[in-house]
């Protein structure tokens, strides 16, 4: 007499624990794979670690390049609210992320010359993703 047995698909299961990662939108999933068969039998619990990390940098507009005066005493307004601000500051997991500049003002001390502001745009978010620096011109 010939004996068979028959095997059965056995699925194994998994239980996550999720922990938020060192910066916004990332995260750390330790999931436990567990397999048992119809008679009880289980195998030794298997942990997989999934890593969920953020390196998308942030995008934005910078403002167009401007010209301001000089008033009478040879002074100038080179204020962000006069020759304009950053837009579109976005990024796929930091929110309230804010662009920031420096000046390179090459004669523009010079009252003189007409002198040009370089003004270099940066921004960059909360996992230290650096967006591409931008440029504005201001004479």
């Given at each position: 007499?010939?004996?068979?047995?028959?095997?059965?698909?056995?699925?194994?299961?998994?239980?996550?624990?999720?922990?938020?990662?060192?910066?916004?939108?990332t995260w750390v999933i330790t999931r436990t794979w567990s397999l048992v068969d119809d008679c009880g039998n289980a195998a030794a619990d298997q942990l997989q670690t999934i890593t969920v990390s953020d390196n998308t940098p942030p995008t934005f507009?910078?403002?167009?390049?401007?010209?301001?005066?000089?008033?009478?005493?040879?002074?100038?307004?080179?204020?962000?609210?006069?020759?304009?601000?950053?837009?579109?500051?976005?990024?796929?997991?930091?929110?309230?992320?804010?662009?920031?500049?420096?000046?390179?003002?090459?004669?523009?001390?010079?009252?003189?010359?007409?002198?040009?502001?370089?003004?270099?745009?940066?921004?960059?978010?909360?996992?230290?993703?650096?967006?591409?620096?931008?440029?504005?011109?201001?004479?």
């Amino acid at each position: 007499m010939k004996m068979t047995t028959a095997r059965r698909l056995l699925n194994a299961t998994y239980s996550d624990v999720t922990v938020a990662g060192a910066c916004e939108g990332t995260w750390v999933i330790t999931r436990t794979w567990s397999l048992v068969d119809d008679c009880g039998n289980a195998a030794a619990d298997q942990l997989q670690t999934i890593t969920v990390s953020d390196n998308t940098p942030p995008t934005f507009t910078r403002p167009p390049d401007d010209v301001i005066c000089r008033n009478s005493d040879c002074t100038y307004n080179a204020s962000v609210s006069v020759t304009g601000d950053v837009t579109d500051e976005n990024d796929n997991c930091s929110i309230g992320i804010n662009a920031t500049y420096s000046d390179d003002a090459t004669g523009a001390v010079n009252c003189d010359s007409a002198g040009i502001i370089i003004r270099t745009w940066s921004l960059i978010d909360k996992c230290g993703n650096v967006a591409i620096d931008q440029i504005q011109t201001i004479m």
